[in-house]
T-cell receptor, first 116, second 112 residues
Framework: DAGVTQSPTHLIKTRGQQVTLRCSPK?????VSWYQQALGQGPQFIFQ???????QRGNFPDRFSGHQFPNYSSELNVNALLLGDSALYLC???????????????FGNGTRLTVT | GQQLNQSPQSMFIQEGEDVSMNCTSS?????WLWYKQEPGEGPVLLIA???AGELTSNGRLTAQFGITRKDSFLNISASIPSDVGIYFC????????????WGAGTKLIIKP
């Protein structure tokens, strides 16, 4: 049973560039959430996708956008990269049960993004 | 935004010792979750709590959802070397069903 898979595992970009990160949810899960984890800190919620729509968004600028595909996989796009965007980007999947918090999140191992 | 205050920030313990860490908030949370993260990996769920007062165990781990719904603790009994890692509390605030809010983590280090 495949868990949450993310690609790539590591990425180095230059300020101003754009990046796309990919996530495949755990088998049977239909909801995908993205989190940003800076070094030494807890993850910060970026947004959650369900039924191919953004269901809730955290306190992140519009430079951060996403997409969910019919097979439940998801992409996170970040435009106009800043040095401060350097972080571990975590994807988590869950099963929607009406009230999302009833389905614990399962995380991938993340994509380490470095912006120079 | 909402934050969780997690303490201690780090712990140096001897193998075999019991460990206790906690998480507090100034407002009410609907769920409390405890995750463990090891280097190069994503967080792994240890225990999920859904009701005030709930006490749940997972092997040597025990966690409780505080009666006030503003705190939670995690205990690890008889620590072993593989317990090393960063432990995070997380929860769903009463105003948000979908966003998990996280503490800053407790780093557990076992002295040789």
């Amino acid at each position: 049973d495949a868990g949450v898979t993310q690609s790539p595992t590591h990425l180095i970009k230059t300020r101003g560039q754009q990046v796309t990160l990919r996530c495949s949810p755990k088998s049977g899960h239909d909801t995908v959430s993205w989190y940003q984890q800076a070094l030494g800190q807890g993850p910060q919620f970026i947004f959650q996708y369900y039924e191919e729509e953004e269901r809730q968004r955290g306190n992140f600028p519009d430079r951060f956008s996403g997409h969910q595909f019919p097979n439940y996989s998801s992409e996170l796009n970040v435009n106009a990269l800043l040095l401060g965007d350097s972080a571990l980007y975590l994807c988590a999947s869950s099963l929607n049960r009406g009230a999302s918090y009833n389905s614990p999140l399962h995380f991938g191992n993340g994509t380490r993004l470095t912006v120079t | 935004g909402q934050q969780l205050n997690q303490s201690p920030q780090s712990m140096f313990i001897q193998e075999g010792e019991d460990v206790s860490m906690n998480c507090t908030s100034s407002s009410i949370f609907n769920t409390w979750l405890w995750y463990k993260q090891e280097p190069g990996e994503g967080p792994v769920l240890l225990i999920a709590l859904y009701k005030a007062g709930e006490l749940t165990s997972n092997g040597r781990l025990t966690a409780q959802f505080g009666i006030t719904r503003k705190d939670s603790f995690l205990n690890i009994s008889a620590s072993i070397p593989s317990d090393v890692g960063i432990y995070f509390c997380a929860g769903h605030h009463m105003d948000s069903n979908y966003q998990l809010i996280w503490g800053a983590g407790t780093k557990l280090i076992i002295k040789p």
